[in-house]
């Protein structure tokens, strides 16, 4: 009998019947992690030593979980999968996992991830690349790649991930399972390392729309660390999942969803967005009244600019405090300005010192208003336009991605022109800071795919409900790897 | 060619009377141990946010209100990138003029030799001081304590025609942070920090029309009033020599430091490297709207300022132009003159007394305002034992030195040094009978027409009273006593 690969609910009645321990779930579920490091590489640290709490009515109270590595962590090692952090461990806890600890929850593993965040691959980590549990040849996505492998691969029902483009929904879908981030500001980013304050979201990777509210409960609450976080006491997520979405009304975009907008479209692209066009058929059924909705094409084609501007911006600036003299391995060099560079030379990866370089230039006196500046504007626009459309509906349902989990060899973390919008249109989420959930909607040659739900901001509920009810039309909640090859 | 000289300033203060930093939850506090007052943000650990304070708002939003600005409708801050070690995030957060700082376009009305003078305010704005470093031959340190402290920057036009005109304004700046509780502005504890611009223009062209200024030079780092003089006046001599031996091409627009060694300006860069700071808006904090409420409030709380005080003190309690200038120069002062007029003491004898034997005692016995043992309770009970005659002002002068030497109060000296003034006429009478007795030749010279003996025999009363004896009163009964012989 295995408990790590059953929601949070079944678990918790079985942790209340006394059918287990919460030390036998931390015995699994750490054996479990072993398997998958091996595996999928997964993993930068593994808490051997994680003991058992008293289970209580608290649903997550006894189980074990998993804290994505750019989580800052009291003792324990967190190194945002990046050499220049390689040998760091803080002296205080990200507001969120504190709050996940007084709820009982116990993290067993920090998981790896594209080097601060700044990746869509699983390929950036300093640990290496982290594969694909259903297909070992295939990436995760990112960055949160050891959060997806681990919960898909059935090693808790659980793991904290943080989400600046896409990095909880996308590698959500590659994986097979459930990826949420909440509206921004309600879970703290205190403790979280920064990619990109304005679009730095935390949230929770899952088997289920239900353990997902569950679990963002469990983080969320207002911060005096953190200026644009939020209360939310008066919002209850897993209370208020009932599974009534009479009346509602969901869009989907042409321009992104239509299959004729890509005359070059491979077999892996026909196939998912009929798929995706198969479940807003289902969704009909369901009694959602749905619509197709266009958005200016040049609008939408300026998304993936405005994200990389706005992003490295931030990115490039957020990560100055990476010098090597307070924390971090100190570089050699005669003098400050050369020990500094040493540093920053030697422990960055290419793909990130490509990003600053963008984040500066854009940056730069002669060039701010030109790139930064209008990226602000356009950002403004297109979250503008979707306001308009969630006047009219309460969710934009979207297919994620242009397919399934693409494969490793030959996988470059630079955009196919054709498909661009299809693989980045979620960081519109991340503009607005709207809450959205990704969930599987099926496979394509065994492999699985899935569809994002977002909706306006502060209405978490509504969205939540409508993955839900979406979810439970179809066989794909709570599902684990089966293994491919 | 007559030239006329340009001058702006930019005055750095600390604001030191909040509880904590600006950005940060650490104490501000004038700490002896390095590194004691420190918070994770203000060395930049991994996660760490900024959060605003409050009251350092509320302050810089009052000297805003005093110097004449307008203020934003919207509280924002900026990030200013650059990498330095005494700045671990790599950025200062930070105030620019657009969008619009806590203060913008103020006049402020200050006085030199005499006379009103006004001087324009570019704009006002609230930062975070930097840590402080110490250099020693084996390598440089770092201290923590001073990184994140509420900083206020001053920027003027360049309003100021001499040395002595700048300097007078910055007292009086300075001044005007004491008298509102925004800070100590200490020069010797490192409060307070100048650049200067110089600049000369040709006196016959037109003064508003900027391109007229002559190439403008700023010196950077001057950390007080007297270098500031020393700064200005060798900076115009170095450029009036330059301009008078025909080289007007080799003054160019540059930074140059002040060397206090040597008491010379000494390059650092030029124009054309000057630093790209890539200002941005900072993401970590949200866009605060100040209420027209709140700033009513301010404005009301604002304390009287020192012309303020000095108009008091001249038309209400009578007192000089000049000894009100010596009152009000000093807030500690002021406050001890407004406290013994609550205690209902003669305002002109309380100035008398403060202007010059306070101040001159203090400047004698190398005392600080701080150090003093004599309470305003004290002066008022002085004032009254001349007042009533009890003591005589000669030995109140003594009373006065005792106190400010020994702390105890005027009773107390007056009694052990048995110093009451003899006031009763009938005690007198007695006594002066008793030298006239005592002295029969003296009644004879006196019948004589020798009538100034009478002084010698009012000496001789004083004398067996050991200068207790009321001398006006002990002349009069002398006076009338010979008549009776």
Not at chain 1, 227 to 243: A, E, K
Not at chain 1, 324 to 333: D, K, S, V, W
Not at chain 2, 396 to 401: D, S
Request: glycine share 6%; hydrophobic share 35%; with cysteine.
């Amino acid at each position: 009998m295995t408990y790590m690969d059953k929601s949070i609910e079944e678990i918790h009645e079985a942790l209340i019947k006394g059918k287990v321990t919460s030390k036998e779930l931390i015995k699994e579920s750490l054996e479990k992690t072993k398997e998958i490091e091996k595996k999928c590489n997964a993993f930068v640290t593994i808490l051997d030593d994680a003991k058992p709490v008293e289970v209580t009515d608290e649903l997550l109270s006894g189980i074990p979980y998993g804290i994505k590595d750019n989580y800052s962590t009291e003792g324990i090692l967190s190194t945002g999968s990046s050499n220049t952090l390689k040998d760091y461990i803080p002296f205080f806890t990200a507001t969120a996992i504190e709050n996940l600890t007084k709820k009982g929850a116990i993290p067993v593993n920090k998981t790896a991830l594209d080097e601060f965040g700044m990746g869509g691959t699983g390929t950036t980590c300093h640990t290496g690349t982290i594969t694909n549990p259903w297909d070992h040849t295939r990436m995760c996505a990112g960055s949160s790649a050891g959060s997806a492998a681990a919960v898909a691969a059935g090693v808790y029902p659980y793991a904290t991930g943080s989400d600046t483009g896409d990095s909880i929904r996308k590698p959500a879908a590659y994986c097979g399972i459930v990826g949420y981030k909440p509206t921004y500001g309600m879970i703290s980013r205190y403790g979280l390392f920064p990619f990109a304050s304005s679009l730095d979201h935390l949230g929770a990777l899952t088997r289920s729309v239900k353990d997902a509210a569950i679990v963002v409960d469990g983080m969320k609450g207002i911060d005096k660390n953190d200026m644009t976080s939020w209360d939310s006491s008066n919002i209850h997520l897993y209370d208020s999942i009932d599974g009534n979405i009479k009346g509602k009304k969901l869009c989907y975009i042409k321009e992104i969803c239509d299959i004729n907008n890509y005359p070059n479209a491979d077999n892996e692209l026909k196939e998912h967005l009929a798929n995706f066009m198969d479940t807003i058929e289902k969704c009909k059924k369901l009694g959602f009244e749905v619509k197709e909705e266009s958005i200016d094409q040049t609008l939408l084609n300026a998304l993936p600019s405005v994200y990389v501007v706005i992003s490295c911006a931030e990115a490039t600036s957020n990560m100055s405090n990476l010098t090597g003299f307070i924390f971090g391995p100190r570089a050699e060099g005669e003098s400050w300005d050369q020990s500094l560079k040493n540093y920053r030379t030697k422990g960055f990866s290419p793909l990130i010192k490509r990003r600053f370089v963008i984040g500066s230039y854009v940056l730069q006196a002669e060039n701010k208003d030109r790139y930064f500046h209008n990226a602000q504007r356009v950002r403004r626009l297109l979250v503008d336009e979707w306001n308009k459309l969630y006047k009219k509906y309460d969710a934009i349902i979207l297919p994620v991605g242009s397919g399934p989990a693409k494969k490793l060899e030959g996988s470059k973390d630079i955009l196919d022109q054709n498909t661009a919008i299809l693989e980045e249109h979620l960081q519109i989420g991340n503009f607005g800071g709207f809450p959205s959930i990704t969930i599987p909607n099926g496979f394509i040659d065994n492999l699985p795919v899935g569809i994002n739900i977002t909706g306006k901001c502060y209405d978490d509920i509504n969205v939540l409900n409508i993955a839900y009810a979406i979810e439970s039309s179809m066989n794909y909640k709570g599902q684990v790897v089966k293994e491919v090859k | 060619m007559d030239y006329k000289v340009m001058i702006g300033l930019e005055m750095h203060c600390e604001i030191s009377e909040t509880k904590t930093k600006v950005f940060s939850g650490a104490k501000n506090d004038f700490s002896e141990y390095p590194n004691d007052s420190v918070k994770p943000i203000d060395m930049a650990f991994p996660g760490t946010l900024p959060t605003v304070n409050k009251e350092a708002v509320r302050m810089s939003l009052m000297a805003s209100m005093i110097l004449g600005c307008s203020q934003p409708e919207y509280l924002y801050f900026e990030r200013k990138n650059y990498y330095y070690p005494d700045l671990p995030k790599g950025f200062q957060i930070t105030q620019e003029t657009k969008p619009a700082p806590i203060g913008s376009y103020g006049e402020f009305i200050y006085e030199h030799e005499g006379k009103k003078k006004k001087a324009r305010i570019n704009n006002l704005h609230l930062e975070e001081d930097a840590a402080s470093s110490d250099h020693y031959p084996s390598g440089s340190r770092i201290n923590y304590n001073r990184a994140g402290v509420p900083l206020l920057e001053l920027v003027t036009e360049p309003d100021f025609r001499s040395a002595d005109e700048a300097v007078a304004f910055l007292e009086a700046i300075r001044n005007i942070y004491r008298y509102a509780g925004i800070s100590e502005a200490d020069s010797k504890k490192g409060q307070v920090r100048c650049d200067v611009n110089v600049s000369i223009m040709d006196a016959s062209l037109d003064e508003t029309n900027p391109e007229n200024w002559g190439t403008k030079v700023e010196i950077k780092n001057v950390n007080s009033f007297s270098a500031v003089r020393d700064a200005i006046n060798y900076e115009i001599e170095r450029q009036l020599n330059l301009l008078n031996s025909g080289k007007k091409e080799e003054i160019e627009q540059e930074t140059r430091r002040w060397d206090e060694e040597s008491g010379t300006t000494i390059h650092m860069r030029s124009k054309v490297d000057a630093i790209d700071y890539k200002y941005f808006v900072e993401p970590n904090i949200p866009k605060f709207k100040i209420k027209k409420e709140w700033l009513e409030e301010i404005r009301k709380s604002i304390p009287r300022l020192p012309y303020e005080r000095k108009e008091t003190y001249i038309n209400e309690y009578g007192i000089t132009d000049y000894d009100a200038t010596i009152i009000i120069k000093d807030k500690k002062i002021s406050d001890f003159y407004e406290e013994c007029i609550k205690l209902k003491a003669d305002p002109k004898m309380a100035s008398n007394w403060i202007t010059t034997n306070l101040l001159g005692n203090l400047n004698k016995l190398e005392l600080e305002f701080d150090d003093l043992t004599l309470t305003p309770k004290m002066l008022k009970d002085l004032i009254d034992l001349v007042e009533s005659k009890e003591i005589s002002s000669k030995q109140a002068k003594e009373v006065f030195l005792d106190i400010l030497t020994t702390g105890k109060t005027p009773q107390e000296i007056v009694k052990e040094k048995d110093m009451k003034q003899m006031s009763d006429e009938e005690e007198i009478v007695k006594i002066a009978n008793e030298v006239l007795d005592e002295n029969p030749d003296a009644i004879d010279q006196y019948k004589k027409g020798r009538t100034n003996v009478v002084d010698w025999l009012t000496g001789q009363i004083m004398k067996k009273t050991k200068g207790q004896a009321n001398p006006t009163i002990a002349r009069s009964t002398m006076a009338t006593e010979i008549e009776k012989r």
